[in-house]
C-alpha cells in the first residue's frame, strides 16, 4: 500500500479539498485525511499512478508539493538533519564571510559547491583560507544578529524526539554553528568540522579530515547500527550536493528547497512546505505535533 502527502506552504494554506477529491477518485485512492486543513492532507492507494509525476509537476505551479511512498514504516526512528539553509535560513561560512569582506566571493564559491559543481573538500578549504585573520568572537556576532531558525524546525525535531526518535544534526559547515543550533533545537547529536584558531583568530584552516558526503553516510551508518536499525529508519533532509549520499541512502531521503541537482536525485522534493512537512509525509497531523 502507497500514501499520497499533499503538501502547501503554510503560509498559503491553499490545498483545496476539490483537488484531494479529483486525485483521490482519479487514482483509486481511499478516503481522505486532513492532517491540517488547507495545509496538508493524504490517501492511501494500491500503486502509484503513470502520470504522476506530470502532475506533481503541474501542482508545482500551485506552490503544493505531492508525494508517494510505502505506507509501512513511515514513520521514522531516526532524524538527520542538515543545517545550513536546511535547519538555519543562511550558510553560516556565507555569514562569516560577509563579516570579514568577502562575502561574495565565498557566497559564489558556496552556491557552486552545493549544486555540485565543485568538489566539497577544495572548496571548504578555500573558502575557510579567506576568513583567516578573523577575530573568533565573530562566530558568536554572527549567531547573534545573522542566524535565524528555519520555520518548522522546532516543531519537527521536538515531535520526533517525543515519540521516540533520535535526532542528529550532521553539517558540513563548523561544530561553533551546529553546537548551538542543536542545544536551541533540541538534537541529540551534531556533527560537523572544526574552525581552527590561534589566540583568538581563525587560522584560516579546520581539522582534518573535512566532514562532507561521505562522513554524512559514515554518520547515518554509525547512528543506525549503535541503535540496532538500518537506513530503513531513518529521514534524513538537506539542499545540498553533499547530502545526495545520505539522502539516497535513508528510508525517507527528503530534498528541502534543495538546488536543482539535489532535487533532481532525491527520493522526496519539497518546494514549498516548510520543515514541517516531513512530519506530514510520516503521518503526523498538526495536532500532534510539539515545539
Known sequence: ???????????????????????????????MRWLS???????????????????????????????????????????LAD????MIDQECIDELAAEAGVGERVAAITARAMNGELNFHEALIERVGLLAGLPEETIQKVLDT?????SGGPELVATMRKHGAYAALVSGGFTSFTGPIAQQLGFDENRANTLLSEEGV??????LPVLGREAKVEALNEIVAARGLTPADV??????????????????????????????????????????????LQGYSAEEFSR
Open 235 to 280: 529521514i534524513a533532509v538537506g539542499d545540498g550536493a553533499n547530502d545526495l549520499g545520505m539522502l539516497q541512502l535513508a528510508g525517507s531521503g527528503v530534498a528541502l528547497h534543495a538546488k536543482p541537482v539535489v532535487a533532481a536525485q532525491a527520493g522526496i522534493t519539497i518546494n514549498h512546505g516548510d520543515l514541517t512537512a516531513l512530519l506530514y
Open 83 to 86: 543545517m545550513d539553509s536546511t
Open 202 to 207: 581563525l587560522t584560516g584552516h579546520v581539522t
Open 37 to 79: 486543513p488547507g495545509i496538508a492532507a493524504e490517501f492511501q492507494m494500491v500503486e502509484a499512478p503513470a502520470d504522476w509525476q506530470q502532475v506533481w509537476s503541474d501542482l508545482q505551479s500551485i506552490a503544493i508539493d505531492l508525494a508517494i511512498q510505502p505506507t509501512a514504516g513511515r514513520r521514522k526512528r531516526v532524524l
Open 146 to 150: 545573522r542566524i535565524t531558525l528555519a
Open 1 to 31: 500500500m502507497l500514501t499520497l502527502s499533499l503538501i502547501a506552504a503554510p503560509k498559503n494554506a491553499n490545498l483545496e479539498p476539490a483537488l484531494i477529491d479529483s486525485l483521490r477518485k482519479d487514482w483509486g485512492g481511499s478516503e
